[in-house]
C-alpha cells in the first residue's frame, strides 16, 4: 500500500522561507507524477506545483518564480521550496503522487503565515 509523508511545514513570518519534503513508501517503482496541492479554510483544493517523472513542471500562477518544485535523488521524494512567502500561502500542503490511473495523497501539512 502506497503510502505518503509529508513534512516541514510551520509557522513563518512572511518573506520567510520553508521547504517542504514528501517521501512515498510501499511503492516498486516510481511515480509518473508527484505534486503538491494545498487547501486555505473555507477554499478548494488546489493544484500548487507538480513535476513529472522526466521533470517537467508545472505551477500555479500565483507561485511562479517563488516557489520550486523537485523530485530526490530516491524519485519517490518531491520537495517544495517555498521563498516570500505571503500570508495568503497559508494552508494545508498536500502531497500527490500519480501511477497510471491512481493517484495518492499524504495527510497534509500546515503552512502558516503570519504578516
Known amino acids: 500500500q502506497v503510502q505518503l509523508a509529508e513534512s516541514g511545514g510551520g509557522l513563518v513570518q512572511a518573506g520567510g522561507s520553508l521547504r517542504l519534503s514528501c517521501a512515498a513508501s510501499g511503492s516498486g517503482g516510481s511515480f509518473d507524477a508527484m505534486g503538491w496541492y494545498r487547501q486555505a479554510p473555507g477554499k478548494q483544493r488546489e493544484l500548487v506545483a507538480t513535476i513529472t517523472s522526466g521533470g517537467n513542471t508545472n505551477y500555479a500562477d500565483s507561485v511562479k518564480g517563488r516557489f520550486t518544485i523537485s523530485r530526490g535523488n530516491t524519485k519517490n521524494t518531491v520537495y517544495l521550496e517555498i521563498n516570500s512567502l505571503k500570508p495568503e500561502d497559508t494552508a494545508v500542503y498536500y502531497c500527490?503522487?500519480?501511477?497510471?490511473?491512481?493517484?495518492?495523497w499524504g495527510q497534509g501539512t500546515q503552512v502558516t503565515v503570519s504578516s
Open positions: 500527490n503522487a500519480v501511477s497510471g490511473m491512481l493517484a495518492f
